[in-house]
């Protein structure tokens, strides 16, 4: 008999722990919101060619075009072909463009063979329904390295110069910096 109330207390008190942690996990997803938090203030919005005002080689067209892959992704805003048709209007410029040797040969120290590649941008967010910025001249950066060594190389031929280097991580470059741009622009400010 004993052992009957017990078990009886025992699944009474598991069925009533049960029902609250289900009431309370189910509070808790109540306010949950699939996708992004915040609402934007514009729905269209058309990205402007980046301006380069730098000595950065073949940046703007990689740049714009991943600005706009990366904002076609997101489904709160349409991606427009005409700027009088949007709402929001971004703005590019590409203001600097810095190579930092970090690696020198182990035969020749003047040698550099890895650089830091830094690209700067300045965005601009016109709203064309209210006539005001959203956000202006905010500073975007992204680093990036270049190497000039390959170290599975058997003979000089199959090593890799500065340019070639250069050019090879350019579109990583952009890529990394349009997804920050991006955030800029597609985040609740």
């Not at 965005?123 to 680093?143: A, H, I, M, P, W």
């Not at 090593?159 to 955030?183: C, H, V």
Request: glycine share 4%; charged share 25%.
């Amino acid at each position: 008999m004993r052992n009957t109330i017990t078990l009886y207390l025992f699944r009474h008190v598991a069925f009533c722990l049960g029902l609250s942690a289900i009431f309370l996990i189910g509070s808790g997803c109540r306010s949950y919101r699939l996708g992004h938090p915040g609402d934007l203030p514009y729905e269209s919005i058309f990205v402007k060619p980046a301006q380069n005002k730098s000595y950065a080689p073949q940046a703007q067209a990689l740049l714009s075009s991943e600005v706009r892959q990366t904002i076609l992704r997101d489904t709160r805003v349409k991606l427009v072909a005409k700027e009088a048709n949007a709402d929001a209007v971004l703005f590019m410029d590409i203001v600097k463009y810095d190579r930092t040797p970090t690696a020198r040969s182990q035969d020749d120290t003047v040698v550099a063979r890895d650089f830091d590649l830094t690209l700067t941008v300045i965005c601009s967010l016109y709203d064309q329904k209210n006539g005001n910025y959203l956000f202006k001249n905010r500073e975007v950066s992204q680093t990036t390295n270049a190497f000039t060594e390959n170290p599975f190389a058997t003979n000089l031929l199959d090593e890799q110069g500065f340019l070639q280097a250069e050019y090879d991580a350019m579109p990583r470059l952009t890529r990394d910096l349009a997804r920050k741009i991006s955030d800029e622009v597609l985040s609740a400010w």
